[in-house]
């Protein structure tokens, strides 16, 4: 299984960026999709998932300006990211799991990196 990861980039406070994550797995539409992300210096933290009935989760700090969806029929998951924050910044991954809790495969990372 591979995730390709792509979107990132450089944005200024209060801007905007789109993530997407294609998956190479045939399962797609019936797991779990996740982004999590890691700053420089920290732990890798989790963003927001979200399963094959459409539900989502988010971590307190991105609700209201994040947004994850995806596309089962392009096994893709986006993550919408508006309102951009610098402490945003960050290495943002893509996985696909199981559960919510259990993620089995990660994509590379894309660097997203918001300017105060």
């Known amino acids: 299984v591979q995730l390709q990861a792509s979107g990132g980039g450089l944005v200024q406070a209060g801007g905007s960026l789109r993530l997407s994550c294609v998956a190479s797995e045939r399962t797609f539409s019936s797991r779990v999709m996740g982004w999590f992300r890691q700053a420089s210096g920290k732990e890798r933290e989790f963003v927001a998932s979200i399963r094959w009935t459409g539900t989502t989760r988010y971590i307190d700090s991105v609700k209201g300006r994040f947004t994850i969806s995806r596309d089962n029929a392009k096994s893709t998951v986006y993550l919408q990211m508006n309102s951009l924050k610098p402490e945003d910044t960050a290495v943002y991954y893509c996985?696909?799991?199981?559960?919510?809790?259990?993620?089995?495969?990660w994509g590379q990372g894309t660097l997203v990196t918001v300017s105060s």
């Open positions: 996985a696909l799991g199981v559960t919510t809790s259990q993620y089995d495969y």
